[in-house]
């Protein structure tokens, strides 16, 4: 079993959308574990609506293939269209950021994501849940990699977020249903 992270974001009815995400993942994988919901400013472009952002954890022998197919298999079902613009906003991103440590490229997919040294919306949540896991590249613990990060012109913040009856506005453990 590989410790699986993932980045979860929406601009488009994003309340709706990220409880869609956590209730797949969690009906999906085995003790889920979320980051606080975060609110922030949309990077890369300028017409779009504030995302909400948190990552999850979970253990899972699925290959690298495996997941994304069921990553984006869950974007499409929530709306997201496979030909939208990269800086465009959106009903549901799903993104692996590490699984079990593994760099390179996996099945089509580069591990680790390249966000999570360049996006605080990713790493401030990965290093709320993994402060002292360390980087599969650098080697740099996600507590440090956050309080090195030059964020100033990336905003976030915590928002208040209720998801079957738990309060995200602290991190927490979600045993299966």
Not at 36 to 60: H, I, Q, T, W
């Amino acid at each position: 079993m590989a410790r699986v992270s993932v980045s979860i974001g929406s601009n488009i009815e994003r309340e709706r959308h990220i409880r869609a995400c956590l209730d797949a993942l969690a009906e999906t994988f085995d003790d889920l574990r979320v980051s606080k919901v975060y609110e922030s400013e949309p990077v890369g472009f300028e017409d779009g609506r504030n995302f909400y952002n948190l990552v999850a954890l979970f253990d899972c022998d699925w290959t690298v293939g495996e997941l994304q197919a069921w990553c984006k298999r869950l974007e499409f079902a929530n709306g997201r269209h496979p030909d939208s613009p990269k800086f465009s906003p959106r009903t549901l991103d799903v993104d692996l950021l590490d699984v079990g440590g593994l760099s390179g490229e996996h099945d089509g997919v580069s591990l680790p994501r390249a966000e999570i040294l360049h996006h605080a919306f990713v790493l401030k949540p990965l290093a709320e849940l993994l402060p002292d896991t360390r980087h599969p590249v650098n080697g740099e613990r996600y507590r440090d990699l956050w309080k090195a990060l030059d964020a100033s012109d990336q905003h976030l913040w915590p928002v208040s977020f209720v998801w079957r009856g738990r309060d995200l506005s602290i991190s927490s453990s979600i045993p299966r249903n």
